[in-house]
């Protein structure tokens, strides 16, 4: 059943994906309520109201549940328990299990496995043994992320050569948090797939960006994306596995590896509206915002087709300075959160470049 126009939608975190979603419903006629503990945050100052409060205080999930016809978020790390929550008394969407999967790199690892997906070999690590047998097993080199959210590039350290004796060390630097390490692929670029599942089950990808990342913050998202059809078919092929067997609602951001023989590994998935997938908003009649809020309002889904070629590029930190010139260019959309304060690191706007009409 799909939502009656201004029903109001809930969304948990208050950040510029929240924005960007609250800004689609209101183009769709619905009313947005925000759950997100700091004030004035970029989704409120676009939403219709917001709740200051924790993302699991209850009191403020009853009051969000009440006030909602349907719930979903912007961020992966909301609490399984709060989702679970609100399930119990409005539909939330994409699904709790969603969130379970993808907050955990070895249940998120053994789920892709589990359904045909390939990604780097994985080993739990939680001392300096099972470290020296996984690196072993991965011919010396790896990976070491936390398994759990990392925090601010705190999250991972590279093996190269058998280095034994790092545990103690990269897992104090990581906070002492149960940790993994991954196969060190040598991929030759990164892409990401951007999908969406409906509440009648049908699914639709957009086109796989190639995206480039620096100190672990991507730094744009170009399409096409310079990979064969079977990379991109495969990519696609393996975010709507995952839709399904989620059982999902909503939009997904799947990251992946290219190799050099084309084919894909998949790295990490999102279970939200995806950085990567801002370039949607641009280049495509219906954006990742307005295909998730159609999801989750039970509407049918837009269409994933390109009418462009386009490069996104995030604004962090001091590229705000380079807004007066990027005002001046014709074919580019700018899109800015709201946010008073830069810091390095952190991500204020985003632009996107038209390169070619189709
Ligand atoms: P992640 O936090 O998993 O998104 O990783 C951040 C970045 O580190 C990725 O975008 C890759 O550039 C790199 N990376 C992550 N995992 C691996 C891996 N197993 N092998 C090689 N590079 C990796």
Not at 21 to 30: E, K, Q, W
Not at 45 to 73: C, K, M, R
Not at 174 to 194: C, D, K, Q, T, W
Not at 243 to 258: K, M, N, R, T
Request: net charge negative.
């Amino acid at each position: 059943m799909s939502l009656a126009p201004g029903s109001t939608i809930g969304i948990i975190g208050g950040g510029q994906l929240g924005r960007m979603l609250a800004m689609a419903a209101a183009r769709l006629g619905h009313r947005t309520i925000v759950l997100e503990p700091q004030a004035d945050c970029p989704a409120a100052q676009v939403a219709n109201l917001q709740i200051v409060a924790a993302y699991d205080d209850p009191a403020a999930l009853a009051e969000l549940a009440s006030a909602s016809t349907v719930v979903t978020y912007e961020f992966e790390n909301v609490p399984v328990a709060a989702a679970e929550t609100l399930a119990a008394r409005v539909p939330v969407y994409p699904p709790a299990r969603a969130l379970e999967v993808a907050q955990d790199r070895v249940t998120e690892k053994s789920f892709l496995n589990g359904i045909g997906i390939p990604t780097a070999q994985f080993c739990p690590i939680d001392n300096d043994e099972q470290l020296t047998v996984a690196l072993k097993k991965f011919n010396g080199s790896g990976v070491l992320k936390t398994r759990r959210l990392g925090y601010d590039g705190k999250g991972q350290r590279v093996f190269r050569n058998m280095e034994t004796g790092g545990f103690a060390g990269a897992s104090e630097a990581m906070g002492n948090v149960p940790l993994i390490l991954e196969s060190l692929v040598a991929f030759e670029r990164e892409i990401s797939v951007i999908a969406a599942r409906g509440l009648d089950g049908s699914i639709a990808a957009y086109d796989p960006a190639e995206n480039v990342h620096r100190e672990g913050i991507l730094r744009s998202s170009t399409l096409p994306a310079p990979i064969g059809p079977e990379a991109a078919a495969a990519a696609k092929e393996a975010a709507a596995k995952i839709l399904s067997a989620l059982g999902y609602v909503g939009v997904i951001g799947v990251e992946f590896f290219v190799l050099a023989d084309g084919s894909v590994l998949a790295n990490e998935m999102a279970p939200r509206v995806h950085n990567s997938g801002h370039w949607t908003e641009a280049a495509c009649a219906v954006s990742q915002f307005e295909q998730h809020i159609r999801a989750v309002a039970g509407l049918p889904l837009g269409s994933p087709a390109r009418h462009s070629d386009c490069v996104m590029e995030n604004l962090i930190g001091d590229d705000m300075q380079k807004v007066p010139a990027l005002l001046a260019e014709p074919d580019l959309m700018l899109h800015l959160y709201g946010k008073a304060q830069s810091r390095p690191g952190r991500k204020m706007g985003h632009f996107t470049r038209i390169s070619r009409r189709h």
